[in-house]
């Protein structure tokens, strides 16, 4: 298995404050995800990185900020959590990209971490 | 407008009988397919893939088929076990440099039964 963790595991805060979900790779991987999973909606993705300090949008980007400061940690940081925002959050790295190379391709997920905005 | 679909919300089968899972898609870009297979309280784990430059992958127990033509794939397992029981989500790429971007479906509950 990919060594992928997610912090903390589960968290319940309130409306209004802010909120950072941490993941961690022991892979070297360079490109790293978040994605949200709700019912009926499968995963979508909110953003990735596709190396140290380069990050860009996924489909679900609004509400929500991250930042890779070094290759194993992609931190997602919630400003303002909203009840909406209440959902499982997962992460996951792929080796590259853009290689062509679809084995390398391949993304692996994290634990996954459940994260309630009441 | 959902790239990939997976028609069917559950599956039920009985053990020992092959489980048919499928996926619809509608971007001719997508080139590369997986499958992913998800337990409660747990994160996706990869099962299998293709490329679009084949038409079958085969692993053990499981087998992904891909019909270009028809903008469709498949998972089959076979012989179904109850471990096999979980959401299994089918997921594209593809489309030059947005290659890393994986669409999903809203996957397939299966349930085999002892």
């Known amino acids: 298995d990919a060594g992928i963790t997610q912090s903390p595991r589960h968290k319940v805060t309130e409306t209004g404050t802010p909120v950072t979900l941490r993941c961690h790779q022991t892979e070297n991987h360079r490109y790293m995800y978040w994605y949200r999973q709700d019912p009926g909606h499968g995963l979508r993705l909110i953003h990735y990185s596709y190396g140290v300090k380069d990050t860009d949008k996924g489909e679900v980007s609004d509400g929500y900020s991250v930042s890779r400061s070094k290759t194993e940690d992609f931190l997602l940081t919630l400003e303002s959590a909203t009840s909406s925002q209440t959902s499982v959050y997962f992460c996951?790295?792929?080796?590259?990209?853009?290689?062509?190379?679809?084995?390398?391709?391949?993304?692996?997920f994290g634990p996954g971490t459940r994260l309630t905005v009441l | 407008d959902q790239q990939v679909k997976q028609n069917s919300p559950s599956l039920s089968v009985q053990e020992g009988r092959i489980s048919i899972l499928n996926c619809d898609y509608t971007n001719s870009m997508f080139d590369y397919f997986l499958w992913y297979k998800k337990y409660p309280a747990e994160g996706p784990t990869f099962l299998i893939s293709i490329s679009s430059i084949k038409d079958k992958n085969e692993d053990g127990r499981f087998t992904v088929f891909l019909n270009k033509s028809a903008k469709h794939l498949s998972l089959h397992i076979v012989p179904s076990q109850p471990g096999d029981s979980a959401v299994y989500f089918c997921a594209a790429t593809g489309g030059g440099g947005s290659n890393y971007k994986l669409t999903f479906g809203k996957g397939t509950l299966l349930t085999v039964n002892p």
């Open positions: 996951a790295i792929s080796e590259s990209g853009t290689s062509g190379v679809p084995s390398t391709d391949t993304q692996y």
